[in-house]
């Protein structure tokens, strides 16, 4: 098993673009959550997908949307880049319920220039 | 709002020496207080959560709830433990699942 993969590893867009990063979970795991995270700063929850639909949100704006396929994967979008949406986007899945613990991904290094 | 303090971004201790990493948290609720670790070029893992009350890899940490505080210690610190260290909460117990509220960080490198 090779834990939650997340594709690409980098990516360089201008402002005003729109992106789609990928996620796919560790393998037994249906509830994806996708966190970004600043230079210098801890990971900040952008939302969480289980069962096909958006169960929580953090206090992100909506340019940020999602998505999650029947096979659990998910897809993080932004729209309308700006300078700060700059960050690492981590990818993390687990299973709902309690004593369950996320598995994080590598991350997307997003620059926007 | 949920909120995690690590005020200490670097702490540097020798090889031997004791170390502790501190997080204070805010919440209303019962909140349960985890601890991740990100070794260098490696993904962020977990590495205790305060229910399990569990001591990993010789690190302990005791949730207090009359100072809001869960500090990570560990007696005797190795050159291995040198790594970034984040505290993070989730809104409820059993809630290792739920979205995580991260405090920033703190980077603790080991000297020989």
């Known amino acids: 098993d090779a834990g939650v993969t997340q594709s690409p590893t980098h990516l360089i867009k201008t402002r005003g673009q729109q992106v789609t990063l990928r996620c796919s979970p560790k393998s037994g795991h249906d509830t994806v959550s996708w966190y970004q995270q600043a230079l210098g700063q801890g990971p900040q929850f952008i939302f969480q997908?289980?069962?096909?639909?958006?169960?929580q949100r953090g206090n992100f704006p909506d340019r940020f949307s999602g998505h999650q396929f029947p096979n659990y994967s998910s897809e993080l979008n932004v729209n309308a880049l700006l300078l700060g949406d700059s960050a690492l986007y981590l990818c993390a899945s687990s299973s709902p319920g309690p004593g369950e613990t996320q598995y994080f991904g590598p991350g997307t290094r997003l620059l926007v220039l | 709002a949920q909120r995690v303090t690590q005020p200490e971004k670097l702490l540097s201790v020798f090889k031997g020496a004791p170390v502790e990493l501190k997080c204070n948290y805010s919440?209303?609720?019962?909140?349960?207080l985890f601890w991740y670790v990100q070794y260098s070029r490696q993904r962020l893992q977990l590495l205790l959560r305060h229910i399990s009350r569990e001591s990993i890899k010789g690190f302990t940490a005791d949730l207090n709830k009359g100072e809001t505080s869960f500090h990570l210690k560990k007696p005797f610190a190795q050159e291995e433990d040198s790594a970034m260290y984040y505290c993070a909460l989730s809104r409820y117990s059993g809630g290792g699942a739920d979205g995580l509220t991260f405090g920033k960080g703190t980077h603790l490198i080991i000297q020989p």
């Open positions: 919440y209303s609720g019962s909140p349960e």
């Open positions: 997908y289980y069962e096909e639909e958006e169960r």
